[in-house]
Each structure stands twice: as C-alpha cells, then as structure tokens.
C-alpha cells in the first residue's frame, strides 16, 4: 500500500556543488576539474537528470559562477532545467543541504535524492535501483553503500550486531575499530523530504570538523521510529568519491574503459583500450580499427570501417565511413567525407570538409576549406579559406596567402585545377576549371579555364660555371699552401 503511493511521488534532485575542494591544491574548485572532456560535476549532473526528476537542483558556493554554468550546461544538454541554492559558508553537507529548503517550497510529499557532486562514475541505473529500494522499503532515509579494500577518508557504515543499518560515522570521528570497518557510505542518498528537513534541523556540529553532516540524519530517523536504509552497490568503482588528482585520474581511466568496452561491444577494434581515450558523448561504427593512444572527443563521430591511426586527436569531427587515418593527425570541428585518406601528421583546423576520397597526406594544414571529391593535398601544404573543387591535385608545398594583415580572403579552384609544386595562391583569387599552374608561381590574378599560368623569372645556365669556379679554387688554395721552407732559401739566396 504505502509502496503504491510512494511511486507517485514527485521525484526531486539536488547536487551538492558548493565545496572547494582542498585535497586538489588546485586554484579552480574541485566540481571543475575536467574528465572525460566534460566538468566532473557535469557527469553527475547528467546521470541525475536520466531519472528525469521533476526538479533538478544543486547548491554551490566556491565558484558559484562557474560552476553554475557547468551545471546548466550540463543540464541543458540532458534537456533539463535546473535551480540553484546557494551555500555562502561550507558547514558540512547537512547545511548544504538544509539552504536547498526555498527550492521545495510547496512540494507536498516528495522524495528528494541527493548526490554529493564529486560521484562523477555513478549510472543512472544504479541511481533508479537505490530509488526503487528506497519507496519498495518504505524508509525515511537511503544511503547507497559499498564495500571498499581502501575505506580511509570515508564515513563508514555502523551496524549493530544483527546487521541493521545504525549510522554513518566520518573517518576523522571514527574510533579505531570503526576505521576498520570497510562498508562505506557513497555519498547518494534517497529521502522523504519532509522528514529529511525535520531531522536535519536536529543535526549538530559537535564533531571533529565542527560541520554539520548530512548523514547523520540517520541516527535522528531511527530515534523516530522512521526507516533508514543502508543499500548495498557492489561496484566500488563506480562510486569512487573524487577528491584529489590521484582520485581524478583513477576516474577518468574508468570513464574511458567503460565506454571502450562498449564501443568494442559494438564491434569496434581497439587495439589496446588501456591507452585510448573515447570520450562518453563519442560514437564510432563497427569494424572502424582505434591504435593506441588516440584521443577521440566531444561531439566526435567516426563512421564504420574507418581507421584512426596511433595519436590522431579528433574533437567534434565526423568521420564517413571507410575513411583512413594514418598516424598522428589533429582534427577539431571537422568533416572527413568517406574513403578520406589523411595523414600521417595532417592537421585539419575548424571549419575544413572534406568530401568523399579526399587525401591530405603529410605535414599539410587546412582550415577553413572545403576539398572536393577526390581532390590532393599530399605533401607540405597551407589551405586557408580555401573553396576547392572535384578532382585537383594541390602540389606539395602549394600555400594559400590568405592573410594580407588586415583581413583574410579567399581562394577559390574550381574542378579538375592542378597546382603546381611551390606555388602561392594570393587571395581573394579564383583559377578556373581545368587550369594549370606551373610550379615555383605566384598568382595574384584569375587565371581563366584549361589556361596554364606560370610566373617563372627565365632560366639562365652559365656552361661550364663548376669547372671555372673549382678551378678557382684550386689555385687559390695551392697559392695559400705554398711551402713556408721555400720562401725562406729564396729569402737567404738573395741575401748571399
Ligand atoms: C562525504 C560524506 C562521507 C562519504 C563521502 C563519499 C559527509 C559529512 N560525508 O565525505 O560520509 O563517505 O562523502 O564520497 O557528508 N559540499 C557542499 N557544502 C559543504 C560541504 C560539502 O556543497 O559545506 C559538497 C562538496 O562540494 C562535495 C560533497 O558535498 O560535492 C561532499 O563533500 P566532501 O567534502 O567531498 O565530503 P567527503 O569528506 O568526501
Ligand atoms: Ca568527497
């Protein structure tokens, strides 16, 4: 009966947001800290908003600015709304939450669930399995617990000796058998929130770091004749508490084995997941074959059967199937038509499309330019600005002069165009379909169809310049070398 109602019960959700951080030694507050390519605080964010509360809320404090806007970008991602508390002194998780009390205003009977924000590795699923616990039990209160081999720095769950749930006490309160114990609280919890907010009045700061607890609110629910519940997740690494750099690297190692693991679930080669980094929000097509440390970010998405050579980095990139990337290439906001080939050592800057087929081999920087079907840029080459046709063969070290220090202008070659070794594109400049350019030029001007344009200063061959200037040479060196030994008997002949 009481389960029945409680499922009707509007779900809310509050982030704890407003801690510095201290263990990071780091100027920027903890929530800020990126994994995966995204704020740690954006992660639990977006697993809040899976269980699509009916309010989403966090309160923050340090940074607020900032980490306001991480939450809200977050948030808006996962198309949800959120508000905002604010905490303006750190007295501990129960104050922190106690400041979120305007945000329910009205509510009625809720269930208000409640996520410290370092938690960045926490599913959605196992957030929906701690709720669905939480309203089968009938508790007061939830806590979401582990086992841990390592529980230093944790509150640590108390149970009587029949095994129910008791407490939650810190690891800077705990006696030395207390520390031994290796359950942990996890630091997500589930509540009434109206009996949450009667016993948090009830909490006190007499403990070692003179704050006022969250958990402690347990102890005060008993007392009640309320429930409290201790829920048992068996995957400790999921509910790592982030709270120094060690503790940040070990979650971003996780983030990207987690989702390596699913990709390669899909059918997705990589080579060795352990040093390739696939951000969440990347996809990839089967049989595409991932080497070893590339990195693939953002909005990223690779096609099937592509490769993505050893240290590419791609960051909101689409990649068509079938594509190839040799080793070492930097992509960012970028378009690779199917069949590509790139690399190795391309660097393809905002704003370049290539269409399908398209190679741009070695040391070759495109921004900006679009390279149409089956068009080459295989060696050594600047393309800025550029709007260049179907079928043309850019020839190695060929640059466009986009810039004339005020402004930047555009190239534009048509199809079938091909450009000569060493030549420079001064734009704004067009050449027209099926145009030549000879190598070493430099166009300042149209150069009208199937025309071949060349600026060449005449060759002038001097026969016989070598043999004339090692001959020089010779002598003047024969001159220099001259024995010392006979200048002297010349000097002692003449003396006699
Ligand atoms: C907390 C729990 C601990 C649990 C651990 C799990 C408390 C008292 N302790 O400890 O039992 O094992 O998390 O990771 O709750 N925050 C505020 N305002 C404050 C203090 C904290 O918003 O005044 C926020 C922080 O930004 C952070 C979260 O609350 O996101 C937890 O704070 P933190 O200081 O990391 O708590 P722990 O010592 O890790
Ligand atoms: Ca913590």
Redesign the pocket.
């Known amino acids: 009966m009481a389960s029945a109602k409680r499922k009707d019960e509007p779900l809310f959700a509050l982030i704890?947001?407003?801690?510095q951080?201290k263990r990071m030694r780091s100027g920027r507050i903890?929530?800020l800290h990126a994994l995966g390519g995204a704020p740690m605080v954006g992660h639990v964010v977006k697993a809040a908003a899976a269980l699509s509360p009916q309010r989403l809320a966090a309160?923050v404090?340090n940074q607020a600015e900032a980490v306001t806007g991480a939450i809200e970008a977050a948030a808006d991602g996962a198309g949800a709304g959120v508000r905002f508390a604010r905490?303006e002194r750190?007295?501990?998780?129960g104050?922190?939450v106690l400041m979120s009390e305007p945000l329910w205003k009205g509510a009625g009977k809720a269930t208000l669930m409640i996520l410290?924000?370092?938690?960045p590795l926490i599913r959605p699923e196992t957030l929906r399995r701690m709720l669905e616990h939480h309203r089968r039990a009938g508790a007061a209160v939830t806590v979401l617990t582990t086992r841990v081999a390592r529980p230093a720095?944790?509150?640590r769950v108390v149970r009587d000796t029949s095994g129910s749930f008791q407490a939650?006490v810190?690891d800077r309160d705990a006696t030395p058998a207390q520390k031994r114990l290796d359950e942990?609280?996890?630091?997500l919890y589930c509540a009434d929130l109206e009996a949450l907010f009667s016993a948090l009045r009830k909490t006190g700061r007499d403990n070692a770091q003179g704050?006022q607890?969250?958990?402690d609110v347990v102890p005060i629910l008993l007392r009640q004749g309320l429930k409290a519940e201790a829920f048992l997740h068996d995957d400790a690494e999921e509910v790592l508490?982030v709270?120094d750099r060690a503790e940040l690297a070990r979650a971003g190692k996780t983030l990207y084995r987690r989702r390596a693991e699913e990709l390669m679930a899909s059918g997705v080669t990589i080579v060795d997941p352990s040093i390739t980094y696939i951000e969440p929000g990347v996809t990839v097509g089967p049989d595409t074959v991932i080497h070893p440390l590339a990195r693939l970010e953002g909005r990223t998405a690779v096609g099937a059967g592509c490769v993505i050579g050893a240290l590419c980095r791609l960051t909101d990139t689409t990649v068509g199937d079938g594509a190839v990337l040799l080793d070492l290439c930097v992509a960012s906001e970028s378009v690779i038509g199917p069949g590509a080939k790139v690399g190795p050592l391309a660097h393809l800057r905002p704003g370049t499309v290539l269409d399908e087929g398209v190679h741009i081999g070695n040391f070759v920087e495109v921004k900006k330019s679009r390279l149409g079907k089956g068009s080459k840029a295989n060696h050594l080459s600047y393309l800025g600005d550029a709007v260049i046709g179907r079928g043309c063969n850019i020839g190695a070290g060929t640059i466009t002069c986009n810039y004339d220090g005020v402004a930047k202008h555009q190239t534009i070659l048509e199809d079938e165009v091909f450009i000569g070794s060493d030549t420079q594109l001064v734009a704004p400049v067009r050449v027209r379909r099926g145009a030549y350019v000879g190598a070493g030029s430099t166009i300042t001007k149209e150069v009208p169809e199937y025309a071949l344009a060349l600026t060449r200063a005449e060759l002038r061959v001097i026969k016989d310049w070598v043999r004339r200037k090692q001959e020089e040479r010779k002598a003047a060196s024969a001159a220099k070398a001259a024995p010392p030994a006979a200048a002297a008997g010349r000097r002692s002949r003449r003396k006699s």
Do not use: R, S
Not at 116 to 119: A, E, H, I, S
């Open positions: 704890l947001a407003a801690g951080g903890k929530m309160v404090g905490q750190q007295l501990g998780t104050h922190a410290n924000g370092d938690v720095g944790y509150g939650i810190e942990i609280n996890a630091g704050e607890y969250l958990p508490g709270n």
